[in-house]
Every structure is written in structure tokens, then in C-alpha cells.
């Protein structure tokens, strides 16, 4: 489409090259638009919270919406894999355990907690002992586990080689390296000045992460800024079992191992992917810190996992040392920016939202090109943090309720 002067108008333009803005841009071009990414350094980068080789995908949250959204990500997920031809999901299952001695409430941990909101959401969930702990998994030391065995972990560099794949096949064009200067919403086109040259489209999406609240100031007129903090893992460990025990570690008998009530997980080895146990120790933001006998990852593997003793030990220093987005409220920023009809923004996945990223961009997408979401999103609404609302950004279309 072109203007009255004949100048070239997308349909899109995304700014930001993460797992987020591919998947909007993904999505905006199997429906037939023209669209364009721009990012400001390269696709992949290592620094991005979207790089990395493993992220778990799980739907144990303490909010019945949360739940349901990573439930219907999943869904989104497989329809994705589908229409690629690649397996993005290892279907290991994800474990939530916990040992009394450790946190002595049981009835008070993660894994209690989460699967009742599960099954009050209509997800399944499997209860194990300790005793059909010891005999399925050996390497354990707890009291009792909740099994959700639709999860796992997603295999990142297949969907990131899927995604850039799909992108090439729809003539979306991926510019790197690129520095926005300005943007102006004149309500019927986007025009977003680069060092480059300028992008015209009828519709912006903004997923650049810490970059986010550059762009909105870069954005004439909008006042919105959103209080995004940084966080990442405080360890990140890579452990290789002697050959002889690797098997019971695999991705076909290991499921991804959580105690997210220390701050702990575990991925499995993935044979491709990766051959080592990831055991990583962070600041989870439903669990308050301090409140148990684990400290690090080395006092995890000693009280709960010490089949993992004697392994050979190594930080993580290649991949998965990057930065979260934290949003001050630790609720996703998803929705129109306020004030402007053309423009959106997604942001604040707090180091839980890579499984999200089928349906933030299906959401991405529908904002951009459609009049609403079919999804509810009003508690994500970026205007929360500013003082205009835009009835359109947590519109449902009548047709497409879920």
C-alpha cells in the first residue's frame, strides 16, 4: 500500500527481534500483511532474554488466568510446531517437589498450592510419594512431588530457525542493527524515523525489552513509562553426570525439576540440545526468598538431588545469562499504549514469559491488525501505569471469545 505521495506503507512494523516480536511478526504475516522487524542489534543476540538453548514451558502458577493463558499458549505452541514441521517442545513434564525438611509446611509449598489452582482450572496434575519418588527417580531426595506431564522444556534454537524461517517464507523483512530516532502516530500511519531511513506503517508493535521505555519516550506525545527493573539467575550451573548415570537424566525419563519455593530448577539433558543437567538458582517472584534451608545450588544438590553429586560441575556462561524485564507490579505489560490507536507494547515477562510468546504475539497481532483480542487482557493494560485509558486495548471480539 502506498500514500498520496506514493511513498511505501506496511501493514506492521515490529520493533524488537526477540522471541516476542518474531512471533508477532510470524503471526501478522501468515494472515497475508507486510510487515517489517527492526532491531537495534541482531537476531539472537546472547544479551536478549529470549537467547538461550532451554526454557521450561509449565502451567504451575498460583493465578487460575496464568494457568489458562499457559495452557492455551501450549496449545499455540503445538499448532506451531504443526504448521513448521519442528519440534519446538521436549514433552519431559515438569515436577514441582518438596522435602520437610526443607520447607517443613507442606501444605504451604509451591507444588501444593499451584496444582490446586491447576485442577480448579480443569489441568490435571499427578501426585507421587516418596515412595514412587525413590523408585522412578533415584537421584531424588524429597517427600513428594506434583507432576504435570504436558510440560517440559522448549527447545529455543529450533523455534528461533522456525521463526526466521517462517518470517523469510512471508516476505517480512528483518533489518539488525537499526536505531530508532523518532516515532509519530498521525492516526492512520506510524512513521518511525531510523538511522536508515524512515519505516511507514498503519500499525506499530513495540517487544524490545529494557529498551522499551527509550522507545515510548521516542514515541511524540506519549507520557507513558513503565517501571521495568532487571533481574536474572543467581547461579546457573552446568552439571554432567559420569556416563554411567546419564540416562536417568535424559529428557525421555527426566522431567524439568522444580522447587520454586528455594528458587531452584532443573532442566534435563535434551540429546541435540544439550548434554548436561541445568540447575539454575533465581529470585522467583511468587516465592519470598530466605524462607528455607537452601541458599545456592550446591546446598540444593546436597539436600535434594545428591544423585548429582560427583558430577563434573561448570557455571553457565554461554547462553542464559541474561537479563529479565520486571515490571513493578511482577503482572505482564500487554496492550495498546495509551492515547494511541496504532501503537502497542509488550513487555515485563519477568523471566516466565518465553512459553508465553504464541499467544503474546497471536495477542501482538490482533491488536495491530484487527479492532481488539479475542483474549481478555485488562489486568496487563499498559495504561495502568500512565493516566489515559484506550477502551480498544482489552476489547474482545464478539465472535472469537475463548
Known sequence: MTDSAGEDILDLVVVGGGVMGLFT?????????????????RIGDPRTASYGRTRSYRRDYLDTQYVRLADEAMRLWTEFEGDRGVRALVRCGCMNIAAETVT???DGTYGRRSTAVMRSAGVAADVLDAAQLRARFG??????????????VVDLAAVTRALLGALVEGGVAIREGVEVLGIVDDGEVVRVATGAGEVRARALVITAGHGTNDLLHRLEGCRLQIPLTRDRPSEAKYFVPHPADRAQFTADRMPVIAYLDTGIYV???????????????????????GTTTIRNIAEFVDQC??????????????????????????????????????VSVGVGWRGTGYKFAPWVGRVLCQLALKTGTEYDITRFDPARFGDRVDDR??????????
Open 139 to 152: 537421584y531424588l531426595r524429597a517427600d513428594e512431588a506434583h507432576l504435570d506431564p504436558g510440560a517440559g
Open 305 to 342: 538431588m545428591p544423585g548429582l553429586q560427583g558430577a563434573d560441575v561448570s557455571d553457565v556462561l554461554d547462553v542464559d545469562q541474561c537479563d529479565y524485564d520486571l515490571v513493578s507490579d511482577d503482572e505482564f505489560v500487554l496492550g495498546l499504549v495509551p492515547g494511541y490507536q496504532n
Open 267 to 289: 532442566h534435563p539433558i535434551v540429546d541435540g540440545v544439550i548434554d548436561a543437567v541445568k540447575v539454575g538458582y533465581y529470585n522467583p517472584p511468587d516465592v519470598p526468598r
Open 393 to 402: 486495548a482489552s476489547a474482545l471480539l464478539p465472535d472469537e471469545v475463548h
Open 104 to 106: 517443613p509446611d507442606l
Open 25 to 41: 511478526a510470524c503471526q501478522a504475516a501468515a494472515t497475508g500483511a507486510r510487515v517489517a522487524v527492526l532491531e537495534a542489534g
